[in-house]
């Protein structure tokens, strides 16, 4: 499996910006789709975006749909979540993860899961 370490997390003001990376190693990264997640405390790890192995077609959920962007940079081995607009709500532990298949990053069953980064919104 790939290796995921993400950074970038922080605390910052509603309205902010923000962009996570997550480095990938261990295994060709382009050989996987990729995706980002979060969890709240006391709730469920929710799916919040993935693109596919080579970049062309990405999918969001609803709750950040128009607010966030994933990207991926396979010749650096790097993906990205830019964070726009950021929302108290948007607090929690964000996760990057990869798959080599597009369905198991969707249905939130990838083999890898980076370690974590906190973000914090405040008001």
């Known amino acids: 499996q790939v290796q995921l370490v993400e950074s970038g997390g922080g605390l910052v003001q509603a309205g902010d910006s923000l962009r996570l990376s997550c480095a990938a190693s261990g295994r060709t990264f382009s050989s996987y789709a990729m995706g980002w997640f979060r969890q709240a405390p006391g709730k469920e790890r929710e799916f919040l975006a993935a693109i596919i192995r080579g970049g062309g077609s990405t999918r969001y959920a609803d709750s950040v749909k128009g607010r966030f962007t994933i990207s991926r940079d396979n010749t650096r081995n790097m993906g990205y979540l830019q964070m726009n607009n950021l929302k108290p709500e948007d607090t929690a532990v964000y996760y990057c993860?990869?798959?080599?298949?597009?369905?198991?990053?969707?249905?939130?069953?990838?083999?890898?899961w980076g370690q974590g980064t906190q973000v914090t919104v405040s008001s």
């Open positions: 993860a990869a798959d080599q298949s597009f369905h198991n990053i969707l249905i939130i069953n990838p083999g890898s």
